[in-house]
């Protein structure tokens, strides 16, 4: 048997030294690269000044409370009732009347309003900024602290279907309006103010009709401001500030209908798998197999604009991510509402079989909801599909009555419209941190994407864990304060913009 000489053995230990010693480098100079990241990660947010709009939130709150009251409702496939759209269009002219006598208005394919405040120099590209009439219906309107369409103001408060999505955002617009043009204000660029009717279901009849009717007329915008993100407080876990967020895009959505087929009969003689059984197993497949997690633009810039104002734990891990994102996207995979940040999500929620007990299908058909990340397409989602599925007895086709769109393209976050865009939020709330970040649903803006190359989603209104439940859901509402900070907003915007 070998045995090593001392002088080999020596030579072994200082070989087997050195090897430690350059491992040990390695990892003080990786600590050293990762501390320096760290510690030169600052913060991008702009420091601009304070300015101050006097607004008679009371009187503002009242103005916001009648439009509340008007029963704009929108249901998929039910046709949409004339009476309350004819209503909100009168109380807004006769609610504003100094906005009326500077904009004109035009109705649109009978019931989106769209108003044009003429600005003095034509070389200019217009902005146009959004809203939309419609809003969902009550499900449970027992269930509400007060009626739905009360607009009942109390405790603070403004109470009501739209006081968040969007009757909020028409009615600030318009007080911007009317506060500039008392002042004798005439935008140099032209102002678009347009407001669909049907946002809540698809927006055909609407927004796509403006858009449309803007095209034809050969108009190109500047940019294009539509709801989407808010202002978040005690969402983001670890982060003090409130954060405005702005979406440079939205997620395309998708559904599918998948069915399956077997020889029906009675249940007594069942064969191995049922068309239930068959369909099962597709949906255990796509729920086993979810689309990849990936950390793109722009939830990439998001975590580029609020890391460099977490502590020095998370800066780390922020400022570090060619090192950490696989830990990244472990964790944020882990939470549903950030889980959909990073990947196309699958949802199946629509299952039907036999319509009794002891009957065996001859057909059962699912329903699964995708909601697509930028990058991916509605096709590229459906030849994953069926290659996860990998079932020929699976029929997979679009739903019928359901619309397929890819996601939006995203717009960039380094042109003065935007920048002029985190100027006003700060200007307006000074505490709040403003970064770019993805819209997980659907809007109107995406019938604008003709016109510009600049839509961003976002409106000032304040939304904590549990607001993000009353969109859409029960005890809508919007604090009487942060309705006079959607008024001085917009009035700031228009100001910085239309200048």
Not at 76 to 103: C, M, S, W
Request: aromatic share 8%; proline share 6%; net charge positive.
């Amino acid at each position: 048997m070998y045995e090593p000489t001392p002088k080999q053995v020596g030579m072994m230990k200082s070989a087997f030294k050195k090897i430690l010693l350059g491992i040990l480098a390695l990892v003080v100079l990786l600590l050293a690269v990762l501390v320096f990241n760290a510690l030169t990660f600052s913060s991008v947010q702009q420091k601009v000044q304070l300015v101050k709009l006097k607004v008679d939130e009371q009187a503002a709150a009242r103005r916001l409370s009648g439009a509340l009251k008007i029963k704009t409702i929108t249901i998929n496939g039910q046709k949409i009732d004339p009476k309350p759209f004819t209503a909100f269009r009168a109380y807004l002219e006769k609610t504003f009347p100094e906005a009326h006598k500077v904009l004109k208005r035009e109705i649109i394919n009978g019931h989106a309003l769209l108003y044009t405040w003429q600005g003095t120099d034509s070389k200019l590209e217009p902005i146009l900024l959004m809203g939309h009439q419609d809003v969902v219906p009550i499900a449970a309107p027992k269930s509400w602290k007060h009626p739905a369409f009360s607009g009942l103001i109390k405790d603070g408060y403004i109470w009501g279907r739209g006081a968040l999505d969007d009757k909020s955002t028409i009615l600030a617009l318009l007080e911007g309006v009317s506060h500039l043009a008392k002042q004798g204000f005439k935008p140099k660029r032209t102002v678009y103010l347009a407001f669909g009717h049907d946002e809540e279901i698809g927006g055909a009849e609407g927004a796509k009709q403006i858009a449309k009717t803007l095209k034809e007329r050969k108009v190109k915008l500047q940019y294009v401001l539509d709801e989407g993100l808010a202002i978040t407080e005690g969402i983001l876990a670890g982060l003090k500030p409130p954060t405005a967020l702005i979406g440079l895009a939205e997620k395309g959505y998708l559904t599918l209908k998948l069915v399956a087929k077997s020889a029906g009969g009675h249940s007594s003689m069942p064969p191995p798998h049922t068309a239930v059984g068959i369909l099962s197993t597709a949906i255990h497949k796509l729920e086993g197999d979810p689309f990849p997690a990936s950390l793109r633009n722009p939830v990439d810039l998001l975590f580029q604009h609020i890391g460099p104002e977490f502590g020095f734990g998370r800066k780390m891990i922020f400022s570090n991510l060619w090192l950490f994102r696989p830990i990244l996207l472990g964790i944020l995979s882990k939470k549903n509402s950030t889980n959909a940040m990073i990947r196309t999500t699958t949802a199946a929620t629509m299952f039907s079989g036999s319509n009794k007990e002891n009957i065996l299908p001859s057909q059962a058909s699912a329903t699964v909801n995708f909601r697509i990340l930028p990058g991916e397409t509605t096709k590229s989602v459906i030849a994953r599909v069926k290659k996860v599925i990998d079932n020929p007895k699976v029929q997979i086709k679009v739903a019928s009555g359901s619309f397929a769109k890819d996601p939006s393209f995203v717009s960039s976050h380094t042109t003065d419209s935007y920048k002029q865009l985190v100027k006003t939020i700060q200007q307006v709330i000074p505490e709040v941190i403003v970064a770019p970040s993805l819209v997980m649903g659907g809007t109107d803006s995406r019938h604008y994407k003709d016109l510009t190359q600049s839509i961003y989603r976002f409106m000032p209104i304040r939304v904590g864990p549990k607001d993000l439940k009353r969109i859409h859901g029960i005890n809508e509402r919007i604090s009487v304060k942060n309705y006079g900070e959607c008024v001085q907003f917009y009035t700031q915007l228009l100001k910085n913009t239309a200048k």
